[in-house]
Structure formats: structure tokens, C-alpha cells
């Protein structure tokens, strides 16, 4: 029977306490994608967060209000581009000139953002654009200077980027 404590008390003690945050992003032509990601209260300290820290992610993508199409971890396929880099201290997407990297974020979506699959929806920040995947094609027309500052907020967003008031 102590075993039987010992063994759940070890397992609440190793369930970890995380942040959520929220995001949304203004493409052109009426593009937008809002997500989410869950990072351990452990790492948040770090200088930078990458794909490896965070618990949960999850984008959805927009085109005048109306949904094109939602990427998360948790579905990602072994062959599915993830590469996250993320400054807390600053709440803020980093860009490839702030790093020196050519791309700083692929979300289900490469450099060239053709890689999301057929359906599929991705992201990509690189150091031509920061722009969408759609159905393995590259919807240039999304696309954003990569310099663009992206940033995240600790209260959710609406496909408008509007952030919703907290309600008591």
C-alpha cells in the first residue's frame, strides 16, 4: 500500500505547471492566424523558447474571418516542419535577422511554404516572408516583410485579432 502512495504521490509531484499564451497574426489581404502555446513555468526563465519546450501548440488560419485551415503538435506528422523560436522577456515571434537564421518559425509550413500537405495549413517566418501553406501550396498573397513584428499576448484573440475581455 505505501508503494502503491509512493507511486502516486511521485507522479503529482512530476505533473508540471505551464503558462498559456495566445497570438494572432495580420497577414496582407485579409489573412490572419491566431494559436496558442503552453510553455512549463521551468523554462520561462530561458532567453529563448524553442519547439522543444513548449507542452502545446496550436495555429488556426483565416482569410476575411473565414477559416482555411488549423495545424497542432500533437497531430504532427514525423515529416511535418516545427521549428519554433520564441523570446519570452519580450513576448515576441523572433525574426531571421534577429537570429541570423533564414527561417526563425515553420509551422507545418518550410522556407518555401509548400510543405503543409493536401488538406494541410502552415506557417512559415522566414527571410523572405512570413506568410501561409495552404493544400501544399504557397499562398504568396499572405505574405508579410519577415522583419514584421509578431508578437503574443497572455489573454486569448479572435480571428480579428481582437483580444476578448476577461469576464468575472
Known sequence: ?????????????????????????????????????????????QSLITEQDVTAFKIAGYQAGALLGKWDMTTRG???????R???????FLTPSELGLG???????????NDCGNPGFGFNLGNYAQDFC????????????????????????DPYCRTYAPVS
Open 1 to 45: 500500500m505505501i508503494k502503491q502512495w509512493v507511486a502516486i504521490f511521485a507522479l503529482c509531484a512530476t505533473q508540471v505547471q505551464a503558462a498559456d499564451f495566445y497570438f494572432c497574426w495580420v497577414g496582407a489581404n485579409d489573412y490572419t492566424m491566431t494559436g496558442q502555446m503552453s510553455i512549463p513555468d521551468a523554462v520561462l526563465g
Open 78 to 84: 514525423d515529416s511535418d516542419s516545427w521549428f519554433l
Open 86 to 92: 520564441y523570446d519570452p522577456e519580450r513576448s515576441v
Open 103 to 113: 527561417v526563425t518559425q515553420a509551422w507545418n509550413a518550410n522556407g518555401n511554404a
Open 134 to 157: 495552404l493544400n501544399g501550396v504557397w499562398v504568396e498573397e499572405s505574405g508579410m516583410p519577415p522583419d514584421t513584428p509578431f508578437l503574443v499576448s497572455a489573454v486569448p484573440v
